[in-house]
């Protein structure tokens, strides 16, 4: 899978739009671009996946460049409760490259009053 | 609610005893993942399981750790003989099949004193 990159943390401020980027440089055609958010100490949350096309659904919307080297995903109104560590995950759909998500450090996204 | 389940959610054991994890896949999943956080670290994969086949169990140690998933009942992560290294979270995810998204469960939280 590719090696994707995230600031180690941000910032946003409560009512506002959170933007996460995501570079995923060395990403190959047949991975997907997932995200996935861990709240505190909880299970991670699926938040969206796509593989070339923006994609949005009630929690985020996901924006992929044309030549898919980075992605980001914005959050359109933050809350508090959308403080959490986001990862970014290349991951191919095919049995050649295993099952295992690969979750990095992620980032930590601080959502202040 | 119809996702992951996780039991129990907290569990101490002494160092030398054995530790049993539960995961029950969301209603109609039969691909079932385990991933372990230790403290301060992001989460690693263990092993993916069908029913009562592994399929991949690259990220496991290789001694005291083994993981079943019967045709019926839950998916069973096996800890012999724990030791303090073993305290983490241990977090079950499930898919519809072994290409699509994985949904977590709540984790449980090993303690070894």
């Known amino acids: 899978d590719a090696k994707t990159t995230q600031p180690p943390s941000m910032d946003c401020a409560e009512g506002r739009a959170a933007n996460l980027p995501c570079n995923h440089s060395t990403i190959s055609g047949n991975e997907y671009v997932y995200w996935y958010r861990q709240i505190h100490s909880q299970g991670p949350q699926y938040i969206i996946h796509g593989l070339k096309n923006n994609e949005t659904n009630e929690m985020a919307s996901l924006i992929i460049t044309e030549d898919r080297k980075s992605s980001t995903l914005i959050l359109p109104h933050a809350t508090l409760r959308d403080t959490a560590v986001y990862y970014c995950?290349?991951?191919?759909?095919?049995?050649?490259?295993?099952?295992?998500?690969?979750f990095g450090k992620g980032t930590s996204l601080l959502v202040t009053p | 609610n119809a996702g992951v389940m996780q039991n129990p959610r907290h569990l101490v054991r002494r160092r030398g005893q054995e530790a049993r994890l539960r995961c029950s896949p969301m209603?109609?999943?039969?691909?079932v993942y385990w991933y372990r956080q230790l403290p301060e670290e992001g989460l690693k994969f263990m092993v993916y399981?069908?029913?009562?086949?592994?399929?991949?169990e690259s990220g496991m140690p290789k001694e005291r750790f083994s993981a079943e998933f019967p045709k019926e009942g839950p998916s069973i992560l096996r800890i012999q003989q724990v030791v303090r290294g073993d305290s983490a979270a241990y977090f079950c995810a499930s898919s519809l099949g072994g290409i699509q998204t994985q949904y977590f469960g709540p984790g449980t939280r090993l303690l070894v004193l």
């Open positions: 995950i290349a991951w191919a759909s095919n049995s050649n490259s295993g099952y295992a998500l690969n």
């Open positions: 209603k109609g999943h039969s691909h």
């Open positions: 399981l069908q029913k009562e086949n592994i399929i991949d």
